[in-house]
Nanobody
């Protein structure tokens, strides 16, 4: 069983930055895929970024490439999402997700956190 706790959300002006953190507990192995997924009000869940816990693989949605960076600190059992040049359309609840293997669809992630709210004002 894996538990995920997100933090770092808040209100920021357009053009600003935020760093989200996802602290993981439980048994996590190098092949685990860790991801950030967001859901804006009235919209479907959207993949943002993913990273392999053991390093090497990263993947980003086109909408955030060049602005967001996913990283992990294995010693702290934490995954981060550095968000720069934020836009009002980035406003959403951001969820941390984990899965024992790399997957292509957000629906395939097994473990989910409770989410953290990000609001970007124009």
């Amino acid at each position: 069983q894996v538990q995920l706790v997100e933090s770092g959300g808040g209100l920021v002006q357009a053009g600003g930055s935020l760093r989200l953190s996802c602290e993981a507990s439980g048994r996590i192995f190098s092949n685990y895929a860790m991801a950030w997924v967001r859901q804006a009000p009235g919209k479907e869940r959207e993949f943002v970024a993913a990273i392999r816990w053991g390093g090497g693989n990263t993947n980003y949605a086109d909408s955030v490439k060049g602005r967001f960076t996913i990283s992990r600190d294995n010693a702290k059992n934490t995954v981060y999402l550095q968000m720069n040049s934020l836009k009002p359309e980035d406003t959403a609840v951001y969820y941390c997700a984990a899965n024992p293997v790399w997957v292509r669809s957000t629906n395939e992630y097994t473990y989910w956190g409770q989410g953290t709210h990000v609001t970007v004002s124009s």
